[in-house]
């Protein structure tokens, strides 16, 4: 996942669902080379106090802006630089702590800095207050007049005639100053689930099928929920599953207080509802959310197929729940050391050019990735390319499965988005919209898969790839919009007054889980307790992230199929997109790459590319 870095408080960290797998080490006692340099960023601690401390003061030069922002071109163009280069330092400042925090969240004085930064910004944003409606109230006419003006004020064109569209929703310098206050508690309930969920929670032990005692952790549950052994498999979902179900309650009111705060923010600001303030911003109609949700649900029974081409390579009766990531192709297992999974990558990236894989490689080589998983190190991988002037960090928690490679060259797809679009476009316009985040990510995937696809000529290696490649579709498509349902129906219960508590959240889940997994029908069998699952998903927490997988992976696929089939004009395309940054609405610059996310047109096609690989699939198993 991409870490974006537009928002005043400089966002949050967008875990992916990759969980770890290796026995952790303690981080001591892996190599250098596979863990960030932050000197990048700066050369110690104390350099960072010294440059917060600095920024803190000159923060305070905000007031003297205050009644002249919108007064004349120069004064509008003097407020936005300096904005423009107070954020830049921000940015850098908050990876530096909070890349060092996630390296071990255990660390009390790594997270002591990243709350000390966060507080410098809400104490900013409530001097700044006064900015949005003095922003709000310079009309259209003397826009387009400093624009005239004044050249340098070019590159703010897009969000300074954008000013208009957004007046609804800008508030009186009071209320901005109230809102800013809020920030002060509105983070409260992701905070408390990431420390809770990656650090606290207790786990119960387990005995498996060989007599090994473990505890249950997130490591072991990936490992073992993936094992050839059904029995272990069932055992190790139960135990997992129940052990959240004695917290239902906890982390119930989590996720009601972080709803909460959405639909504050949107009343607040006049919006409708909780999703079209997470969608106006960036000017995306809330249609877009609502047809892929029927797109998908129209669209089940290839999901379903899915499911049955899972059973029947199983070999079981009736498809668990708990079967789903067990290995398909017994005695097969794609697996690829790190190096390895780098050769792989930069092979499969060659359609892109040399300079991108030169990139790529430079990211390898100096330490822009922190490879292995380590003990209080946290779960998942992301990519964070908010530093302006350095270069984006990938955290990653690589195992040698196949899948930790695609994870890698996702990650990769989002570090050489930022690096481009900070290459290329001016800080004021590098930042790109959530929504196209995931669309270079799921790019780089394509292309591996279809590399390792004519790379792999035995069956059964085949099988086990298209598998994972299927699982891809099941994983970012299916399942993704699957979460965006169910975030997508809490919200719209809170906003009819209605309760969300642990009991009623699990009972909303479990139902959309079975309608999706076919339960009903007799495809797919969802245990009771898997009802729970919503509790370990961190995603939402991020106010309505998820849907932009499933677009993004729609558009990736048509971009990449363009690129791979040598289409004049599609790896130029591609690289102007990656290197656009947020420089137009994002629905407008997809547009531009080749692909109209307001038709339905690229879902269909994806569905097709989805039916031709089980089409594939089916015609190994008939044979064999």
């Known amino acids: 996942m991409k870490f974006s870095t537009k928002q005043l408080l400089l966002a949050v960290l967008f875990v992916a669902a990759t969980l770890q797998i290796n026995a952790q080490k303690e981080r001591s006692e892996i190599e250098d080379k596979y863990k960030w340099d932050v000197t990048d960023l700066y050369e110690s601690d104390e350099v960072w106090s010294q440059k917060l401390d600095a920024m803190a003061e000159n923060m305070k030069q905000i007031t003297s802006f205050k009644g002249k922002i919108g007064a004349s071109a120069s004064d509008l163009l003097s407020y936005l630089t300096y904005s423009d280069d107070l954020m830049k330092e921000g940015y850098q400042l908050y990876i530096y702590a ?60 897009m969000s300074l005639e954008d000013i208009t569209r957004m007046k609804v929703h800008t508030l009186s310098a009071l209320e901005e100053a109230i809102m800013a206050k809020t920030g002060m508690i509105t983070g409260t309930a992701n905070s408390a689930f990431s420390v809770f969920s990656n650090a606290e929670m207790p786990w119960d032990n387990v005995t498996l099928s060989d007599g090994t005692e473990t505890e249950l952790n997130r490591t072991v549950f990936s490992v073992q929920r993936a094992s050839a052994n059904r029995d272990d498999r069932q055992k190790v979902t139960q135990v997992y599953w129940d052990n959240y179900m004695k917290f239902e309650g906890t982390y119930g009111e989590m996720l009601n207080g972080n709803v909460k705060v959405d639909i504050f923010r949107a009343k607040s600001r006049n919006y409708e509802s909780a999703l079209e303030a997470s969608l106006k911003p960036n000017n995306i109609p809330v249609e877009v959310y609502h047809s892929l949700i029927k797109n998908v ?167 086990s790839l298209l598998m994972s490649m299927l699982d891809g579709f099941k994983g970012t498509l299916f399942r993704q919009t699957q979460f965006a349902e169910f975030e997508l129906a809490i919200h719209e219960q809170a906003e009819k007054g209605m309760p969300l508590t642990g009991q009623s959240l699990t009972q909303l889940y479990g139902d959309i889980t079975r309608k999706y997994y076919g339960h009903e029908e007799g495809v797919c069998k969802v245990e009771d307790n898997i009802a729970i699952e919503w509790a370990a998903i961190p995603h939402f927490y991020m106010n309505f992230y998820v849907y932009q997988y499933s677009t993004s992976f729609v558009a990736s696929q048509a971009l990449a199929a363009k690129v791979l089939t040598g289409e004049k004009g599609a790896k130029e395309r591609y690289m ?36 031709g690989i089980m089409d594939e699939i089916e015609a190994i198993l008939d044979k064999k």
């Open 576 to 611: 102007q997109f990656i290197s656009a940054g947020g420089s137009d609405f994002p629905i407008e610059i997809l547009k531009k790459a080749g692909v109209d996310m307001t038709q339905s047109e690229p879902f269909e096609k994806t569905i097709e590319a989805m039916n």
């Open 297 to 463: 649900n129209a669209n089940l029974p290839t999901f379903h197929r899915y499911l049955e081409i899972k059973k029947r390579m199983l070999g079981v009766d009736t498809l668990m729940y708990s079967d789903l990531y067990a290995p398909t192709v017994k005695g097969v297992e794609l697996k690829y050391s790190y190096e390895e999974a780098q050769d792989l990558i930069l092979t499969s990236l060659k359609p892109l050019g040399k300079e991108y894989t030169s990139v790529v490689k430079e990211a390898f080589d100096n330490r822009w990735i922190d490879v292995y998983p380590n003990t209080g190190k946290r779960s998942g991988a992301y990519s964070n390319g908010g530093a302006y002037d350095v270069h984006p960090y990938i955290l990653m928690n690589y195992t040698d499965q196949y899948n930790e490679v695609s994870t890698l060259t996702h990650e990769l797809g989002h570090t050489m988005h930022s690096y481009y679009s900070n290459k290329t476009q001016p800080f004021a316009t590098a930042n790109y919209a959530t929504f196209v985040a995931e669309v270079a990510s799921t790019f780089n995937e394509v292309l591996l898969n279809d590399m390792m696809q004519k790379k792999l000529k035995d069956d059964d290696l085949r099988l």
């Open 98 to 157: 909070s890349l060092k925090s996630d390296w071990d969240l255990r660390d009390q004085e790594n997270m002591g800095r990243v709350k000390q930064i966060r507080e410098v910004f809400i104490n900013y944003s409530q001097m700044a207050s006064f900015v949005s409606p003095e922003m709000a109230a310079i009309s259209e006419e003397d826009i387009q007049k400093f624009l005239k003006e004044e050249p340098k004020l070019e590159i703010y064109r």
